[in-house]
Antibody, heavy 121, light 110 residues
Framework: EVQLVASGGGLVQPGGSLRLSCSAS????????MHWVRQAPGKGLQYVSA????????YYADSVKGRFTISRDNSKNTLYFQMRSLRAEDTAVYYC??????????????WGQGTTVIVSS | QNVVTQEPSLSVSPGGTVTLTCGLN?????????PSWFQQTPGQAPRTLIH???TRSSGVPDRFSGSILAGKPALTITGAQADDESDYYC??????????FGGGTKLTVL
């Protein structure tokens, strides 16, 4: 069974940093692209970032470009999301999502349970 | 600035049929946008229903179907059930690794 378990969320002050992790199991992690999608409280889904299977190609929404970094360690079956210079508007549940293919172009497939990030003083 | 639009809310009677659409402000959204549809109930992670316009994900009942209607990706629920009451989101591939979600449709079954 494909499982994605996100962790690392929490309460952080504006301007602070946080690193999210997403542990994958049940599939060949190194063969698939991965995404991060977030959902602010009471709001819809927002596409944030993606990385291809090898880690060589990454994408960022304009709202996080230059502040957030997506990466992966295929030897540990883990996806990461380093978030810096956090703002109140980054407050959201962050979901890691498996793609259907090696590049982040085939469509989102399996969703993890999400981890909550709250940016507040 | 591309914007994906969905009906904010729809209702359907149990056993009835309802169609949700996913519009793109810059024009038609064809199969080349690889539209996908997701279902989300309160407090839960989204679940993928449809990918690549009309392919159901594993385990998704066949009462859910995807298509393109008048230049808009569409999700049709035939024979709606009470537990179909959820929020539904579409997403379109905009190129260069970029995906854009619609604002979601809140579906009520009553």
């Amino acid at each position: 069974e494909v499982q994605l378990v996100a962790s690392g969320g929490g309460l952080v002050q504006p301007g602070g940093s946080l690193r999210l992790s997403c542990s994958a199991s049940g599939f060949t992690f190194s063969s698939y692209a991965m995404h991060w999608v977030r959902q602010a409280p009471g709001k819809g889904l927002q596409y944030v970032s993606a990385i291809n299977n090898s880690g060589g190609n990454t994408y960022y929404a304009d709202s996080v470009k230059g502040r957030f970094t997506i990466s992966r360690d295929n030897s540990k079956n883990t996806l990461y999301f380093q978030m810096r210079s956090l703002r109140a508007e980054d407050t959201a549940v962050y979901y890691c999502v498996k793609d259907r293919g090696a590049e982040a172009v085939y469509g989102m497939d399996v969703w993890g349970q999400g981890t909550t990030v709250i940016v507040s003083s | 600035q591309n914007v994906v639009t969905q009906e904010p809310s729809l209702s359907v009677s149990p056993g009835g049929t309802v169609t949700l659409t996913c519009g793109l402000n810059s024009g038609s959204a064809s199969t080349a946008f690889y539209p996908s549809w997701f279902q989300q109930t309160p407090g839960q992670a989204p679940r993928t229903l449809i990918h690549s316009t009309n392919t159901r994900s594993s385990g998704v009942p066949d009462r859910f179907s995807g298509s393109i209607l008048a230049g808009k990706p569409a999700l049709t629920i035939t024979g709606a059930q009470a537990d179909d009451e959820s929020d539904y989101y579409c997403v379109l591939y905009m190129g260069s690794g970029s995906w854009l979600f619609g604002g979601g449709t809140k579906l009520t079954v009553l």
